[in-house]
Every structure is written in C-alpha cells, then in structure tokens.
C-alpha cells in the first residue's frame, strides 16, 4: 500500500474508532487536568496536540516502513501502548496547567471534557484528505451537542484552525476563541531578548500575531525581528505538517528555517507544539513554548 493510503486508513480508522489520529491511552491526553470542573458550557479544549505531538516523529518514521508491509493497517490497534516519553508528557502538563492557571488568573470560568475531548481532525484537513475531514467534523459536531458545549477555548493554531473551518461542512454554531486572546499578561516579568517564530496559522488565517508578541513584550521582554526572516509576509511555516507523508523535505524545512532563527538569537519562541517538535532538534540554542514563559501558579 502506498504511504498516502495507508496514512489515510490509519486516520480514518482510528478517528471512527477513538477519535483520535492514533490509538491513544486517554490518560496521556487527560493527566495534566486535575481540578478542573467536568462538563460541557465553556470548555478549555486540548485536541490531546501537545500531549501527543512528541509521537508524531515516531509515526512519520514508521510509516513509510510499514506501507511496504501486506496488511499492515491491521497492526494498528498495537499503538495504543504507545506513549510519549515521561520528559515529553511532565512538559505537556506543565504547559497546560500553566494556560489554565492562566485563564483562571484572568477571570475566565471554563470546564473540561477530560476522556470524552474529541480529536479535532485537523490532521486530515492538512494532508489534504478534505472529505474524511467533512465527515469528521460533522460527528464532532454532533458529539459537542450531545456533551452540551457552547465555547472552545483552544490551545493550539491547528485545532483553532480546524474549527474555523468545520462552517464550510457541518452545522458548527460553537464560539471559539483562543486562550491567548482571553488571558490579560503573562504572569511574570521576563528579561531578555527573544526570537518568536510565528505560527502560519495564527499568524496568516487566524489574525493572532500580535496578540502573542505584544503578551511578551508586555512582559518586559524584546523580541528580535528581521523583516526577512520573521516579517508577517516572509516568515516560513516550520515544516512539520507535512511529515506523516514527506518526512524528509519536512526535515529540510525544518532545519533551514531554525538556521534563518538562529541567526537572529540564541532563545526562540513558539507557539504551537508541532513547530516546537520540528524547530528543537535544529536550533541553535534553546526553544520554549509562549506557555513555558508564564508563571500563573
């Protein structure tokens, strides 16, 4: 089976199964939260992306091996004993324990769906498999009606994203709203001067860039820009959404763009998880989330 096929099937399959892009241990996606309301209303809404985005590589590896192998979409349910590193799921909670403190802090009441979190499926509309996506979104929709939710407060470009696109397929009617355009400051005095690599989607479809970069420069901090290399209009995607089916031009991508940053500084920025596990491996020092600066608790 051909690499985009299989890709598809392993989607599509888990997603009808687990909602999820893989099969995953829900407790990976929902071990971070342990006092946060359950329920429907206004949720905070993860996507499981930061908790699982350290998994990505590992598939994007594996993937064009097993589309060699006969049959082996049936291996599939062997993923769930798959997890993130402890390293990689202690960061995960801690940056969102430190957005929802963070939200707290600004007076903002939220609940959570713990184990019932659907997938966004954004990883479908990415690759460019627009159909599956349509009719994901449509149960997701129906999902969130049954759960009774009205508002997503997301935590991540891609997921924000997606659901700004589910209008185009389904009968969305949920208000959306990223947790960066809700929280007042960053909780913290932060010194120093910093690279900011800007998410495309935040950045380009979604209209947040400045929301991000005045929070840090709020904080004390400067940011170190050249027009060229993190202009609005220049600055280049960081290379990862395209791994599960090219994985070697998205380590290209990668490398050349942590190049362009390192040469402006040496403490780089992100705000998305996949531009963080595409840019930490190539940068020239060291790489933290927007959530990894706040101090709220």
Known sequence: MKIEGLVREVLVRSLKDYMMPFPTSKKVCTEWATDIPRGGGTVIYTG???Q?????DLYANALPLLSKVEGAEKLYPLAMAITPSRVHRERAKRILQNVAAALKRSGVQFNYLYEDEPYSGTVLLELGFVEEFAEYAKRVMQHFNRLGVKKLITVDPHSHYAFSRYREFTNFDLEVVSYLQLIRDLGTKVEGEYVVHDSCLYSRFLGLRETYR???KAAGASLKDDQLVTGPATSMCCGAPIGPLRKRESEAIAS???AQ????GDKLVVVCPLCYLALSP??????MDLAELMSFR
């Open 261 to 264: 940053l390192s040469s402006l």
């Open 282 to 287: 190539h940068f020239k020092g060291k790489v």
């Open 256 to 258: 050349y763009r942590a």
């Open 214 to 216: 005045s929070l840090i």
């Open 52 to 56: 699982l985005t350290p998994l990505t």
């Open 48 to 50: 499981c992306m930061y």
